[in-house]
């Protein structure tokens, strides 16, 4: 759900609460038609990730103060931030580019590889292990591509 930021003190107070969660403050007007085609996307992803992400938006004929901080021009204008630090800004009603926004910027940890039966080193005999380990393959591959370039 997105929030409407009212003033200077609202959306620092929001900021403030937002902790480790992405950021994503949206300058818009309501005359703007972009504004308003991209609003229900951005609607629909602050939703999606609410857990991880805070949608502020900013009128900028409300909010003039906060729209001149922020060195808006053009609406819409997205800022995403996390700890406080922008990290990205882009102006347009994009909706796939926001899209890939709030995708690479939510981020999170990569999700884990399992193997199922992984093997120690303790678990191989010496013989085994060099085998293993063996670079001739690729060493004699190297050889090759120098043979073909000379």
């Not at 902790?19 to 309501?30: P, Q, W």
Request: charged letters at 30%; one cysteine or more.
């Amino acid at each position: 759900m997105t929030y409407s930021v009212q003033s200077k003190e609202d959306m620092e107070k929001q900021i403030n609460e937002a902790g480790e969660k992405l950021i994503v403050i949206d300058f818009y007007a309501s005359w703007c038609g972009p504004c308003k085609i991209i609003s229900p996307k951005l609607e629909e992803l602050s939703v999606q990730y609410s857990d991880k992400a805070l949608v502020l938006k900013v009128n900028v004929d409300d909010c003039e103060e906060i729209a001149l901080e922020y060195n808006v021009t053009s609406m819409p204008t997205f800022v995403f931030m996390k700890n406080r630090q922008i990290i990205d800004i882009f102006v347009g009603g994009n909706p796939e580019k926001l899209v890939k926004n709030m995708e690479k910027y939510v981020g999170g940890e990569p999700l884990p590889v399992y193997v199922d039966n992984p093997i120690e080193s303790d678990d191989l005999e010496e013989e085994q292990l060099e085998t293993a380990l063996d670079t001739a393959p690729i060493e004699a591959a190297v050889e090759d591509q120098q043979q073909v370039i000379n």
